[in-house]
Nanobody
């Protein structure tokens, strides 16, 4: 079964860290560009970070640059999002998704396989 499964979300205090995982099954994750997105209540889905296939180029939204790091482990067929110095405004459901888009960073509409999401809550 071709799918993406996110994990690693939870409740963390401001300034804390979490590492999200995006595990792929049914396909080789390294062949695709993988993106992390988030959606807070009442807000549009936002692209947070992307990692390209082959060369592993990375992109970060300005809101997370310097705090979040995206990486991939091809042996585990998994992409990670390390989130440090978390802020309350980082609270959202986080999704990973894949695309074969030739563009980088890809437009959101080019992502065609999505995971179910994992909740991240930053609160004291």
């Amino acid at each position: 079964q071709v799918q993406l499964v996110e994990s690693g979300g939870g409740l963390v205090q401001p300034g804390g860290s979490l590492r999200l995982s995006c595990a792929a099954s049914g396909f080789t994750l390294d062949y695709y560009t993988i993106g992390w997105f988030r959606q807070a209540p009442g807000k549009e889905r936002e692209g947070v970070s992307y990692i390209s296939s082959s060369h592993g180029n990375t992109f970060y939204a300005d809101s997370v640059k310097g705090r979040f790091t995206i990486s991939r482990d091809n042996a585990k067929n998994t992409v990670y999002l390390q989130m440090n110095r978390l802020k309350p405004e980082d609270t959202a459901v986080y999704y990973c998704a894949r695309t074969s888009s030739r563009w980088f960073p890809p437009p959101t509409a080019d992502f065609v396989l999505w995971g179910q999401g994992t909740q991240v809550t930053v609160s004291s």
